[in-house]
């Protein structure tokens, strides 16, 4: 477990997590909370790491991705043997729920909105979300998928858990439905912009840059770049990220470092 989720790692869905919260809390005061964040709120945004942690554990396993390297360092059924990791990532996953309820428990959330928090970890993680994204990537190898199946598999493999991030911090912080719509709507948008540019450095990227080899050809992998070239590729992933921050817009939302996210998902090197 130690392996697997303190290894490095940009810690995205975390840092999600806490914007959210925080975008939520100072609801249209621009540049920031003038309310301190609690350590409770990290505590809950540890509870998407956590899934996250599993999922790459689980995917590098030989009868999944098979891989060798992550985040620089060998996967860990390669330093601990596959019966090892396959129980650390299965252990993480209602720890990742329990962790989630006692965070929003310590925030002093009412009983229901815990349980929402909660409900949104699940269900990203789960077969409409994260696990079936990832059936259909495995279902996927060796065939052609259309634009939209492309999409329908990546909203849900990577889309859902990045979604849930921003919709957990959102439900903790007691979000007015506008909000976390709004926020829902721009998760939606830069998970796609992130699958986007994950492709793009799959298919253009160093082992070395990335920390892991990439993979997407060896495994025949339909993916932005194969179907629609990478100057395409590199467009929708633009669009996108307008897009998300049209959401924020559209939802009256002020969060810089949102802002920010929004491009980073895209410019980012590895
Ligand atoms: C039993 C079908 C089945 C599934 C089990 C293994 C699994 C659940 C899901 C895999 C989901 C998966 C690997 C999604 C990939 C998401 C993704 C783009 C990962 C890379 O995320 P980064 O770049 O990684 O945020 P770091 O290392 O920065 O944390």
Redesign the pocket.
């Known amino acids: 477990v130690r392996h697997g989720v303190t ?7 975390p840092i999600l997590c806490v914007s959210a919260w925080r975008a939520a809390t100072v609801r249209g005061v621009p540049g920031g909370s003038e309310r301190a964040t609690p350590d409770a709120v990290y505590d809950l945004s540890a509870s998407l ?1 956590m899934i ?10 030989p009868c ?2 098979d891989a060798e390297l ?2 620089g360092r060998p996967t860990t059924h390669r330093v601990h043997g596959e019966a090892v990791t396959m129980r650390a ?1 299965a252990v993480l996953i209602p720890a990742a729920a329990l962790q989630a309820l006692a965070a929003c428990r310590a925030l002093g959330c009412a009983e229901a909105d815990g349980r929402a928090a909660a409900r949104a970890l699940l269900e990203g ?1 789960g077969a409409g979300g ?6 259909l ?2 279902r996927g190898e060796g065939r052609a998928l259309g634009p939209d199946d492309l999409d329908d598999l990546h909203r849900r ?2 889309g859902a ?1 990045l979604t849930a991030s921003l919709v957990v911090g959102a439900v903790a912080a007691g979000a007015t439905d506008r909000v976390r719509d709004g926020l829902t709507a721009y998760g939606r948008a830069i998970g796609l912009a ?2 986007i540019a ?1 492709d793009i450095l799959d298919a253009t990227a160093s082992a070395e840059a990335l ?2 080899n990439p993979s997407d050809a060896e495994l025949d992998k339909s993916t932005y770049v194969s179907l629609h070239g990478l100057a395409d590729a590199a467009a929708r992933a633009r669009a996108e990220v307008d897009g998300a921050r049209g959401a924020l817009a559209r939802a009256g939302i002020a969060s810089p470092p949102l802002e920010a996210l929004a491009r980073y998902v895209v410019e ?1 090197d ?1």
């Open positions: 290894g490095g790692g940009k810690r995205l869905r790491e996250h942690a599993y999922s790459l554990m689980h995917d590098d396993l999944m991705d992550r985040r990532g993680s994260m696990v079936g994204g990832q059936w990537d495995l493999k990577t858990l992130f699958q994950d920390g892991k980012r590895r």
